[in-house]
């Protein structure tokens, strides 16, 4: 693909793959500035709800307009190809950042998880459920500087049109990062399901790691529905007490018992992270 031009946007390069498509950098010369490009695969362009769901995809980001959220530039079709232009992000997936350093620092994993939980609220205040949050669908900058992204496979709820595109995949996800009504795939979702998969990436970045990460996605899901959380001080010490109920109540199997959505969560981040940022100035100011 590198090199074709799609509608007014040459490839340059792959750098990445959705629930939904194929994502590549490219060139947008009438503007000259760089764009992530998303094309729909070829064989779900013939697929009438895949195709719906991918434009709506791109309108249900539009309706967000939120500075943690990527942007959408363009939607179009050239040649029965499909696609969807949005902002360029320099930096590098959560995911990568994690391999690359291991365990972050608690004020920065608080600042990111916020920055999420941030996200996450406009997208829930506006009826949609991202129901696909994970590290390699949130982007970092190097002032750590967080954008959420991937949309894909997002249930759009009151206002957000035809329910049965939403329910016809229920039970999707990444089984690592799915909440336990997510798995069983009955329930309705709500923002309290994203919560959950907040509270997963908070705990990965405290800890280093998934603690259900040497299971098979089979395995996965059925911890999520069963089995606790091991406790975060077995991998990691030093986590304050608020930190650590916030992570309790976010990976609770009991919806009800989580934050009911984004928004939420990010309130109660964002105390800690004041305070965190409160004592470290305190440490810094000479007496």
């Known amino acids: 693909m590198t090199g074709k031009t799609i509608g007014q946007y040459r490839i340059v390069e792959k750098i990445g793959e959705g629930a939904m498509g194929v994502v590549f950098r490219a060139r947008q010369e009438s503007l000259q500035r ?109 002032k750590l500087f967080a954008k959420l992204t991937d949309f894909g496979v997002a249930g759009l709820g009151e206002g957000g049109g035809d329910s049965r595109l939403t329910m016809t995949m229920a039970a999707v996800g990444t089984p690592y990062y799915m909440s336990p009504e997510q798995v069983r795939g009955r329930d309705v979702l709500d923002g309290s399901s994203d919560v959950y998969a907040a509270g997963v990436l908070l705990y990965e970045m405290l800890a280093g790691l998934h603690p259900f990460g040497d299971s098979t996605p089979t395995e996965a899901m059925m911890q999520q529905v069963s089995e606790p959380y091991p406790p975060l001080r077995r991998y990691r010490d030093g986590v304050p007490e608020d930190l650590v109920a916030i992570l309790q109540r976010c990976l609770s199997k009991e919806k009800g018992a989580r934050y009911a959505n984004g928004q939420a969560l990010f309130e109660a981040l964002d105390k800690v992270r004041l305070r965190l940022d409160f004592e470290t100035l305190e440490t810094e100011v000479p007496a």
């Open 34 to 142: 760089d764009v992530a490009l998303k094309l729909l695969p070829s064989h779900l362009a013939l697929q009438e709800n895949a195709l719906a769901r991918f434009q709506r995809e791109a309108t249900a980001i539009a309706r967000i307009a939120h500075p943690n959220i990527v942007q959408v530039i363009d939607i179009g079709e050239d040649n029965g190809r499909h696609y969807i232009a949005m902002e360029f992000i320099e930096g590098r997936t959560l995911e990568q950042l994690l391999k690359d350093t291991g365990p972050m620092p608690i004020r920065d994993a608080v600042h990111v998880v916020a920055q999420v939980a941030s996200a996450l609220g406009a997208a829930h205040a506006q009826g949609i459920i991202h129901r696909d949050v994970k590290p390699s669908n949130i982007l970092v900058n190097d």
